[in-house]
């Protein structure tokens, strides 16, 4: 066997790790493991915070813009989690190369890499702990308590089959019987040269030339809101009621302000979900936001 390593152990040590961080949870270390056991640990805290974001992101009394950040809190999550697995089998493929393990190109190969199996069993060790707290609360009933006992039951047998099938994995590919190739897994989303959502926002930049038609319009209702606004302060000092002035200065504000942003930073366009005055507040109820957006959506177009 090449790997220095106890596959029981290291089961063992996930369901360990998930009672102590629900006590207390060490700030994330993403730094290069010395060790296997290590690697599959950090691997392991990025599942425990996935499940937690996963959890918040489900609460029906949370406020938009707190599910906003929970929802990009799990892509970062999910990214991550995804390398890991990849490193876990690149750190065993590391170990085979270095042992001279000997195959070739017709020794079989496992669909499922051990670095995603590790995962699933992270997945099922979180299952488990959840589970069984439904099993030990009190102000449920029987009937909830004894189909989660059964489910409970289920996630075991699964861990047991899933670690029979790991550890006969590892086996096999220590004496060559079987081979490992890292398949990376080219996560498109993330990347903002891959999803469309993302250079495509960066490649409708505002400009003079690629405005569009709302855009152009916006830029007229701007040039028109400013000239009123001078126009009543020089004609009518102090016949003007107050709040016309303010209306009139706060949305040409508005509007400079957005077209400054747009200008100096490609990724802050302005759209009906995400403008500058709402952004990172809960005002989807507001009239006022709704007005600005209306408009606003012409910036991005």
Same mark, same amino acid.
Request: aromatic share 10%; glycine share 4%; proline share 2%.
């Given at each position: ?11 063992? *040590?996930?369901?360990?790790?998930? +009672? !102590? %961080? &629900? ?5 994330? /270390? ?12 950090? *691997?392991?805290?990025?599942?425990? +915070? !996935? %499940? &937690? ?5 489900? /609460? ?28 876990? /089998? ?28 590790? /995962? ?182």
């Amino acid at each position: 066997m090449v790997f220095m390593f106890e596959t029981e152990k290291l089961l063992k *040590q996930q369901l360990h790790e998930v +009672e !102590l %961080w &629900h006590g207390f949870l060490p700030e994330a /270390d993403f730094s290069a493991a010395e060790n296997f056991p290590r690697l599959v640990s950090i *691997q392991h805290q990025v599942n425990f +915070e !996935l %499940w &937690h974001q996963e959890d918040l992101a489900r /609460d029906p009394d949370v406020s938009d813009s707190k599910i906003a950040e929970v929802k990009r809190a799990i892509d970062v999550f999910n990214q991550r989690r995804n390398d890991l697995i990849e490193q876990l /089998d690149q750190f065993l493929l590391n170990i085979i190369n270095a042992e001279n393990v000997k195959n070739n190109a017709e020794t079989e190969m496992n669909s499922e890499t051990p670095g995603s199996m590790i /995962d699933r069993l992270s997945i099922n060790a979180l299952k488990i702990y959840h589970m069984d707290e439904e099993v030990q609360r009190e102000e449920v009933t029987a009937e909830h308590r004894n189909k989660c006992a059964a489910k409970l039951s289920v996630l075991r047998e699964q861990r047991q089959d899933l670690e029979q099938c790991l550890t006969k994995l590892l086996a096999d590919l220590s004496s060559g019987e079987k081979r490992l190739k890292v398949y990376q897994q080219m996560k498109m989303y993330n990347d903002e040269n891959l999803n469309p959502v993302l250079y495509r926002k960066a490649e409708t930049r505002w400009t003079g030339t690629n405005m569009g038609p709302k855009g152009i319009f916006l830029a007229f209702l701007i040039v028109c809101a400013i000239y009123l606004w001078r126009r009543h302060r020089k004609k009518a000092k102090g016949k003007t009621p107050g709040w016309v002035n303010w209306v009139l200065g706060g949305i040409a504000v508005y509007y400079g302000i957005s077209i400054l942003l747009m200008i100096f930073n490609s990724s802050w366009g302005v759209s009906v979900s995400d403008c500058w005055y709402c952004c990172g507040r809960n005002s989807d109820h507001l009239w006022i936001h709704r007005i600005f957006c209306m408009f606003s959506e012409g910036m991005t177009v």
